[in-house]
């Protein structure tokens, strides 16, 4: 008999009438992530955490082919420490959380609970490096973070506590920092378009959006399903800037001495946000088979007289296909095939195979597609080879529907007007600008929206005016309202 009970977790608004009421249900009540007694920080429930663990691993595989090797550096960061670089503290001060008392001691220093680690890393950095054959210093860790600045948190897309890489290699040129730019970003790409079936926008930001403490930031940018911009991966080129404030100096192959040059890079668990408001329905949740907890749900339809014969074939399929795919034989008598069916869309698991008698006697099941709904009649001869085939198809189909609406939602305009409403209208308004802070500043103030970044493959500026003052074109960004 079906559950009255569970019906209730049913998703109550649409993705197109109440976009930040629907990503909060699809999140909780397809139990991706629960809320916890601490404002802003979230439980990573099993189906997240294992789509995290799937980022993690091919991350992590992809940096050691590139010769990025994982360390892990202290959680608590010495005030001492964190005032070293001005810049850097400048813009992370209002978002620390400090410890000051052990049991019921008053700790001698604050300590700062990470919102990043450069400060506590660098000051090892300088006790390491001493030549040239000390480099590169390529070290990667796997953390979280906190940081505390907002007041209305967002779950995984703006959380107090958040799940991250980051990356801090040490160069003796900036020509061999420089090098490292395009390989992190193209490990971040991959993993975001093969794994997560999710476009972005690469490119580099302005100074003023750029990461506190660098010379230079690089982002992937991507698109959320109300229009707004949400920053992915990045990239940050920080120079000489952290060597110095931390003396990491270095004798080079004719006995000079100089400062390091470094770089600091990340991915983190906005990433699972971001795959969840961009592929989810109104019927729940949507994850992409490459990441999915459950790939395959089998779900036997049967009466009391047929029981045995449907149930039997049910388990011979999950076992012809639990090698090759993370399967779940559904065969819970409590509750009812339709009942199953919404639970498990729900819940997002990508491809439901359904087996009544019907498909007994014709050795066939129902395939039916959480991406798109469409069912197909399988043979159970070629399973394994159709499973394969339609779970592709799901993640082809996903990236694409991705695609489709970043590209049709990236607005180039000429016209300041033309960018108001562009903006207005939501998505990104690409745009010719002269570079000034002054010109960005008026846009953000005048429309709300930021500067994402430069795009690496907009088009050319060449006799292009910038947009706000007429002034002559240097760069092409995309503005957005931005989570």
């Known amino acids: 008999m079906e559950n009255k009970e569970a019906t209730v977790e049913a998703m109550t608004v649409k993705k197109s009438e109440n976009f930040s009421e629907w990503y909060t249900q699809v999140l909780t009540k397809s139990k991706f992530v629960d809320y916890s007694a601490v404002s802003g920080m979230l439980v990573y429930m099993p189906s997240c955490y294992y789509v995290w663990d799937c980022i993690k691993n091919a991350t992590d595989s992809l940096f050691k082919k590139a010769g990025i090797e994982d360390a892990y550096f202290p959680l608590f960061i010495p005030e001492k420490l964190f005032k070293k670089e001005e810049e850097h503290v400048e813009g992370f001060v209002p978002e620390v959380a400090w410890v000051t008392e052990a049991g019921s001691?008053?700790?001698?220093?604050?300590?700062?609970?990470?919102?990043?680690?450069?400060?506590?890393?660098?000051?090892?950095?300088?006790?390491?490096?001493?030549?040239?054959?000390?480099?590169?210093?390529?070290?990667?860790?796997?953390?979280?973070?906190?940081?505390?600045?907002?007041?209305?948190?967002?779950?995984?897309?703006?959380?107090?506590?958040?799940?991250?890489?980051?990356?801090?290699?040490?160069?003796?040129?900036?020509?061999?920092?420089?090098?490292?730019?395009?390989?992190?970003?193209?490990?971040?790409?991959?993993?975001?378009?093969?794994?997560?079936?999710l476009p972005g926008v690469p490119g580099r930001k302005t100074d003023r959006e750029k990461f506190a403490g660098a010379v230079a930031s690089y982002s992937i940018e991507m698109m959320m399903p109300d229009g707004w911009a949400i920053q992915g991966p990045?990239?940050?080129?920080?120079?000489?800037?952290?060597?110095?404030?931390?003396?990491?100096?270095f004798v080079d192959k004719s006995n000079k001495e100089d400062y390091v040059y470094q770089n600091t890079f990340a991915i983190t668990t906005r990433v699972l946000g971001a795959m969840a408001a961009i592929h989810s329905?109104?019927?729940?949740?949507?994850?992409?088979?490459?990441?999915?907890?459950?790939?395959?749900v089998i779900v036997p339809i049967y009466t009391n007289e047929n029981k045995y014969e449907v149930m039997n074939q049910a388990r011979s399929i999950y076992d012809a296909l639990k090698e090759r795919f993370r399967v779940t034989l559904d065969d819970r008598d409590a509750y009812s095939p339709g009942w199953k069916f919404k639970e498990w869309e729900l819940r997002g698991v990508p491809l439901r195979l359904e087996i009544g008698m019907r498909e007994v006697e014709g050795n066939t099941v129902c395939a039916a597609r959480r991406d798109d709904g469409t069912k197909k009649s399988v043979s159970t001869a070629e399973l394994g080879k159709s499973v394969l085939e339609l779970l592709d198809m799901i993640h082809a189909n996903l990236y694409g529907k991705a695609m489709a609406f970043l590209t049709a939602n990236t607005n180039v305009v000429s016209a300041y007007d033309e960018l108001k409403g562009a903006i207005k209208a939501g998505g990104f308004a690409q745009t010719p600008w002269c570079g000034s802070e002054q010109c960005e500043i008026k846009i953000k103030e005048e429309t709300g929206a930021k500067a994402t970044n430069m795009p690496f493959d907009a088009q050319g500026i060449n006799g292009k005016r910038c947009v706000v003052c007429g002034s002559e074109a240097k760069h092409v960004v995309n503005f957005a309202k931005s989570y």
Not at 136 to 163: A, D, G, I, M, Y
Not at 238 to 245: T, W, Y
Not at 281 to 296: E, S
Request: hydrophobic share 40%; charged share 30%; aromatic share 12%.
């Open 281 to 296: 329905d109104d019927k729940g949740l949507v994850i992409p088979p490459r990441v999915a907890m459950t790939q395959v």
């Open 105 to 197: 001691s008053k700790l001698d220093e604050r300590l700062a609970v990470r919102p990043t680690s450069e400060t506590i890393i660098y000051d090892s950095y300088a006790k390491w490096i001493r030549s040239w054959r000390d480099l590169p210093l390529r070290l990667n860790q796997w953390c979280s973070v906190v940081r505390w600045e907002f007041k209305h948190p967002t779950p995984l897309l703006r959380t107090r506590e958040f799940l991250w890489n980051e990356g801090h290699t040490a160069f003796a040129t900036q020509e061999e920092a420089n090098a490292e730019k395009d390989v992190v970003l193209g490990i971040y790409g991959y993993v975001m378009k093969e794994l997560l079936a």
């Open 234 to 249: 990045d990239w940050h080129s920080d120079g000489q800037n952290f060597s110095k404030a931390f003396d990491i100096r």
